[in-house]
């Protein structure tokens, strides 16, 4: 134990006596020639009887001052004008304690001095000593890192991180780059699960996400950027290993495009074939409609997806497309492909391969075929088939035959699928759909190694608080189970309040950035304390409050400024300052 | 059998409280009018400011901790109080603008009847009372000391504090055996000293004028300038409220004593109190209702002190 609370020298006030002080909290009397401020981390010995020496650490929540003497409202001016009135005025903090050492719960004893905890006894006072393995996350008001414990996010204590704020002030997607970052770059912190870790990210909004590996041209305004870097131990550069992907432009003739507006250089467009649509079952996720629940519409889909796979035969010289035939009794050879017969309607999109479902459903003479619909109302298969048609319409151009253009997780550490520009329906699709491809291969391996992130905004869109759908349950699935199978969500949302509960509750760690006022007296965000709350509302972008299990008080920390541009006119061209700082 | 002392489970504060009231009476009182008028017509005076730099405001309070009974086998039960004095002083700093609650002392006593004087045992780290005895057994005289006490230990600070050089302000009439710069500072009028043809002039004053300067002396012993001033204007008064007499030694000459006056009439007015805040508006000042209230404070707990004392004596044997 350092010497740091045995000299009163350098103290900044004593335990306050006029009230009780407890085991979450007390008050401190600052002298009159010092200070503390929000968030900065205090400690105090007590001395106990039969115990002996007891360290209570604690946080700063709030910071008051008053005139002692002056009794009523109009005595300010009394002391501050006049000065006919005696009066001192005094500077107290609110602390609520995070920690006390050793473990014995008492609370800690008026009138003794409080110190700033620094060197280990900061470390105490955030538990860092007790992290097996301890990831920088930011800093807090005295410029030191605030770690998080990587156990509770990694899936050995815990897993899943949900990042919660307002949008607009961009703090959310920022922050949860910059843990990947952290978590790709502190390799010496995050072990075994660092080789091979790979992150999935989906641009929602903007154009945000597409130069994470470009540096970013106004990183170099401010020296402090670096600094703070720095202190977190991670080199200030782009994401290194970066591979972008985007849906194929709806006009692209032959030639495919990738559908983005500023970056085309390095994109790479992506689009699923009527094959692997039907072997990978991808039909569910063209019914994601919440409401789509209520109704019969998922019994027909099940029919008709269990239907496509006994049916479809690849065709000969066109990869990809498919033919519909009547399977024999034992179904098609694996791995045959048929020519097609003359006038037979050959698969290679999504139009062509509804078209060669409605004969079956709603065939123009005659009834429905019982094995493609089951007994369901003809209500409901029009409805089934207006929805087909629609997601037709909506993302037609994801499917198409051809050369296989599925998204290749594995060609970089970073995945960036951009979304931004199709409709709800087609984002849903191909949030189903990468999901279940990460979640089932994760699933086959049955290793927790190695990790796979998924870094997913607005969560309330595909994990709704009301209603079912194939993409919530998968949400749900992965939130349960993810943590033991190496699927870490990292989900960020507007309001938490509108995300199902399930998803909410398996997220060990949590992150608010700036929220709005009605939606921070949520019972969401119970585990803030009040002041903290209150401050939710008046947070600045960089600054967020952070909850994780292992300490039992949420802490406010800043991160640093990006490296990377975030967007087009930030990208720094070459011999830029950005290298002189460093 | 030997003595022992108790400590009374009757409230020390039974009995009669016994308010000071070293007011000369008007019937004793030999008051000279003219000394400053010189028999011209009284008018009310405009203080002026003399570029006071500082002004020492002092105040004292007083309580009782315990009756406490000396159980004697030959005398019989011996009355006795144990009390605790505090008092003090702000200093006002003219330039600064700040009033400093300067000096704050606590003496705490144990006043036996009869001439008896036994050792209290200490009750607690600072519960030290000092024994001392007056030769009556009636009751009155021993609070007839505390208050004795209190004015020397109040009289003592004052004259320090004016040898420091601060202009002082004392609670009550002054002692004036000493020709110093303190003004008694009399908040109520009980005792009229002025003549009807005066008294017009009191009710002429306006906040921040004084009348002049009348002399009186008890027994021919000595003499004390005084003169009476307004604070403040006060609404729906009466033509006496809102005036405080104030008196100063009579041992300055006749001009020292006026820029006194004049210097303290200027400058009262701004230390008066509001109603609506005290009781005692406007004659207690702010800042020695704010001394007073520190000063009790410093008393301790009377509960606290109370039990204490019953717990250091519980039938203590004495020696």
Aim: net charge neutral.
């Amino acid at each position: 134990m350092s010497d740091d609370t045995k000299s009163p020298h350098d103290s900044v006030g004593r335990v306050m006596g006029t009230e009780h002080t407890t085991t979450q909290e007390f008050r401190v009397a600052l002298d009159s020639d010092n200070y503390l401020q929000l968030d900065d981390l205090v400690v105090v010995r007590s001395d106990i009887p039969r115990l002996g020496e007891l360290h209570t650490y604690g946080v700063v929540t709030e910071t008051e001052a008053i005139y002692e003497g002056a009794t009523f409202e109009s005595d300010t001016h009394r002391i501050a004008a006049d000065g006919i009135l005696p009066a001192q005025k005094v500077r107290s903090a609110h602390v609520a304690v995070t920690r006390v050492h050793p473990e014995v719960w008492v609370a800690p004893d008026p009138g003794q001095p409080v110190f700033r905890a620094a060197g280990v006894q900061r470390e105490r006072a955030l538990y860092v000593d007790e992290m097996e393995r301890p990831l920088p996350v930011g800093v807090g008001r005295d410029g030191q890192a605030v770690f998080v414990d990587l156990d509770f996010f990694d899936g050995r204590k815990g897993g899943h991180m949900s990042i919660s704020g307002i949008s607009g002030v961009a703090t959310k997607t920022s922050f949860a780059l910059f843990f990947l970052r952290m978590l790709t770059a502190r390799r010496d912190v995050v072990g075994a699960g660092a080789t091979n870790l790979r992150v999935l990210v989906f641009n929602v909004k903007g154009e945000d996400l597409l130069w994470l590996d470009k540096r970013n041209a106004h990183f170099a305004r401010d020296k402090k950027h670096a600094d703070t870097w720095k202190v977190l131990g991670v080199e200030p550069a782009p994401f290194p290993s970066v591979a972008f992907w985007a849906p194929p432009r709806r006009q692209s003739s032959d030639a495919v495009v990738p559908d983005t507006g500023s970056r085309h250089q390095d994109v790479s467009a992506f689009r699923w074939t009527p094959r692997e649509l039907i072997d990978e079952g991808l039909l569910r996720f063209l019914f994601t409609d919440a409401s789509d629940a209520r109704n019969q519409i998922p019994f027909i889909e099940e029919r008709v997806r269990h239907q496509l796979s006994r049916w479809a035969v690849d065709v000969a010289g066109r990869p990809g497309a498919v033919v519909l035939r009547q399977p024999p009794p034992g179904g098609h050879p694996r791995r045959t492909t048929v020519k097609p017969a003359p006038g037979e309607l050959v698969i290679d999109d999504l139009s062509t391969l509804v078209e060669a479902i409605e004969p079956h459903i709603d065939p123009e003479d005659g009834e429905p075929d019982r094995a493609w619909t089951g007994r369901v109302q003809a209500g409901t298969l029009s409805a089934f088939l207006r929805r087909l048609h629609a997601a037709v319409h909506r993302l037609g151009h994801l499917i198409k035959a051809g050369e296989s253009r599925r998204i290749d997780r594995q060609k970089a550490q970073v995945t960036v699928v951009a979304i931004q520009t199709l409709h709800e329906l087609a984002q849903r699709f191909v949030v189903g759909a990468l999901l279940d491809e990460t979640f089932r291969h994760k699933e086959q391996s049955g290793q927790r190694l190695p990790l796979s992130a998924i870094v997913l905004d607005e969560l309330n869109k595909y994990a709704p608080r009301e209603g079912t759908s194939p993409l919530k349950d998968m949400l749900v699935d992965i939130a349960q189970r993810g943590r033991s199978l190496g699927v870490l969500l990292v989900g960020a949302q507007q309001t938490a309040s509108r995300v199902s509960p399930e998803v909410m509750e398996n997220a060990s760690i949590r992150v608010v950035g700036r929220l709005d006022a009605a939606e921070a007296e949520r019972a969401e965000y119970g585990w803030m304390l009040p002041a903290t709350r209150a401050r939710a509302r008046l947070l600045k972008p960089g600054t967020m409050v952070l909850s994780q299990p292992s300490i039992p008080v949420p802490l406010v920390l800043t991160f640093p400024f990006p490296p990377w541009a975030t967007r087009r006119e930030e990208v720094a061209e070459d011999g830029d300052a950005f290298d002189e700082i460093l | 059998m030997r003595r022992r002392l108790y400590v009374e489970n009757w409230a020390p504060h039974y009995g009669s409280p016994f308010e000071a009231d070293d007011e000369v009476s008007p019937a004793t009182a030999e008051v000279q009018l003219e000394v400053e008028s010189k028999g011209k017509p009284w008018q009310p005076r405009a203080g002026y400011d003399g570029g006071v730099e500082s002004i020492a405001f002092i105040d004292g309070v007083r309580r009782i901790d315990a009756r406490v009974t000396i159980d004697d086998p030959e005398l019989g039960p011996v009355p006795g109080i144990c009390i605790s004095l505090a008092y003090g002083a702000v200093i006002w700093d003219a330039r600064a603008r700040r009033s400093e609650i300067a000096e704050a002392r606590v003496q705490r006593l144990a006043i036996f009847a009869q001439g008896q004087s036994v050792a209290v045992p200490q009750a607690g780290p600072t519960l030290r009372y000092r024994s001392e005895s007056v030769p009556t057994s009636d009751p009155a005289a021993l609070t007839t000391v505390m208050q004795t006490r209190m004015r020397q230990a109040e009289g003592e600070l004052g004259r320090e504090l004016a040898r420091r050089g601060h202009l002082v302000i004392a609670d009550g009439p002054i002692h004036p055996l000493e020709p110093a710069s303190v003004v008694g500072y009399i908040k109520s009028q009980r005792a009229a000293y002025l003549p009807p043809e005066k008294v017009p002039c009191v009710a002429a004053l306006g906040p921040g004028e004084r009348t002049p300067l009348f002399v009186f002396s008890s027994g021919g012993s000595f003499a004390r300038y005084s003169w009476y001033t307004r604070l403040e204007d006060i609404e729906h008064g009466h033509t006496w409220s809102g005036v405080a007499r104030c008196e100063c030694t009579g041992a300055f000459a006749l001009e020292d004593a006026s820029r006194l006056a004049d210097e303290t009439t200027f400058l009262l007015p701004r230390f008066a109190s509001a109603a609506h805040i005290e009781a005692r508006a406007p004659q207690n000042l702010v800042p020695v209702a704010a001394l007073e209230r520190h000063l009790r404070r410093l008393l301790g707990d009377q509960a606290l002190v109370y039990r204490a004392l019953c717990a250091a004596v519980a039938g203590t044997p004495l020696r």
